[in-house]
């Protein structure tokens, strides 16, 4: 019997230890290199890295985790000047005080 609510608690820590969230991208972003186009995305965070996914497309990057001090009241995404493309900076997740800012990483799967 403990040994089956040892187990419950791992399977439920595992489980919370990536937040998932959702997200509308309105125009063409660039993360990484690569271009996310318009349309409904999962983002998967998970110890400093964010995972960006619709269907076969992702990309991964290495994200900061930040607090503010109060909830946004909805999701925003905001961008980096340059090269005339829509390079995804941070995102602040709605209902939340949570802010992602992006860095560098490596794309993973998927095509444009």
């Keep these: 019997m403990t040994k089956k609510i040892i187990l419950s608690f791992a399977t439920l820590a595992l489980a919370l ?51 503010a001090d109060a909830k946004f009241s909805a999701t925003s995404v905001r961008y980096a000047n340059g090269d005339g493309k829509f390079n995804l900076k ?13 860095g560098e990483a490596t794309n993973v799967g998927g095509s444009n």
Excluded: C, M, W
């Design 17 to 67: 230890s990536a937040e998932t969230h959702r997200l509308t991208l309105f125009q063409p972003t660039v993360l990484n290199g690569k271009e996310l186009k318009p349309g409904d995305y999962k983002v998967e965070v998970k110890d400093s890295k964010a995972i960006i996914s619709r269907g076969k497309d992702s990309v991964e990057s290495a994200v900061r985790v930040e607090s």
């Design 90 to 102: 941070e995102i602040r997740l709605g209902g939340t005080k949570t802010k992602l800012v992006f």
